[in-house]
């Protein structure tokens, strides 16, 4: 089963109780060894509490099988922009990732918003996909106007490490949620 969700960024930092539309946010990251600050403001709208995140994600995108690549597109404050650029132009020693993000749907029937997609025990352990010698990571140069916000967009592709059995919880409503696994292929090699 195929998880693709297209999230709604103006929503996820300017949250409004009654709204109902999915909203995602990034709310911890390690690039290649380096942490990022949670700068940018948000609402867990399940319990309406404020929460601080890295990035406020635009879509999210998984296969679904266990060692499919994971997609992330969002937004970053400048100063993250301005690490991640920054750490990016140097020959990179890592590919670790680590991440805690947090996909949030709304259930019409219900009216009630529950946490969709996630990492089952934040954070995964990610790498960063590589195309040849080119890392699967898009940073941009301009800011864009996220209607207050001037915030830089950036996707990154992710693979499950080596050696690792990890899960996402996948929910489809506030009541149906189910863990799936993700580990890369000599995991699941010998799984079996």
Same mark, same amino acid.
């Given at each position: 089963?195929?998880?693709?969700?297209?999230?709604?960024?103006?929503?996820?930092?300017?949250? &409004?109780?009654?709204?109902?539309?999915?909203?995602?946010?990034?709310t911890?990251?390690?690039?290649f060894?380096?942490?990022?600050?949670?700068?940018?403001?948000g609402?867990?709208?399940?319990?309406?509490?404020?929460?601080r995140?890295?990035?406020?994600? !635009?879509?999210?995108?998984?296969? #679904?099988?266990?060692?499919?690549?994971?997609?992330?597109?969002?937004?970053?404050?400048?100063?993250?922009?301005?690490?991640?650029?920054?750490?990016?132009? &140097? +020959?990179?020693?890592?590919a670790?990732?680590?991440? /805690?993000?947090?996909v949030?749907?709304?259930?019409?029937?219900?009216?009630?918003? *529950?946490?969709?997609?996630?990492?089952?025990q934040?954070?995964?352990?990610?790498?960063?996909?590589m195309? #040849?010698v !080119? +890392?699967?990571?898009?940073i941009?140069?301009?800011p864009?106007q996220? #209607?207050?916000?001037?915030?830089?967009? *950036?996707?990154?592709?992710?693979?499950?490490? +080596?050696?690792?059995?990890?899960? *996402? /919880?996948?929910?489809? !409503?506030?009541?149906a949620?189910?863990?799936?696994?993700?580990?890369?292929?000599r995991?699941?090699?010998?799984?079996?």
């Open positions: 089963m195929a998880l693709s969700y297209s999230l709604d960024v103006p929503g996820g930092l300017a949250f &409004k109780a009654g709204q109902d539309h999915a909203v995602g946010y990034l911890g990251a390690n690039f060894g380096t942490t990022f600050r949670a700068d940018l403001a609402t867990n709208p399940v319990t309406g509490a404020r929460l995140a890295v990035a406020v994600l !635009s879509g999210v995108r998984w296969a #679904g099988t266990v060692s499919a690549s994971l997609s992330l597109r969002g937004y970053l404050s400048a100063r993250n922009c301005a690490l991640l650029t920054a750490i990016t132009k &140097k +020959p990179l020693t890592s670790g990732l680590t991440l /805690s993000f947090t949030y749907g709304y259930d019409p029937v219900q009216r009630a918003y *529950f946490a969709a997609f996630a990492p089952q934040p954070p995964l352990n990610a790498l960063l996909a195309s #040849g !080119s +890392p699967e990571l898009s941009a140069e301009e864009a996220v #209607g207050p916000w001037e915030l830089y967009e *950036f996707s990154l592709l992710a693979v499950p490490p +080596p050696n690792q059995l990890q899960a *996402f /919880s996948v929910a489809v !409503s506030p009541a949620a189910a863990a799936r696994p993700w580990a890369s292929d995991v699941v090699q010998r799984a079996w």
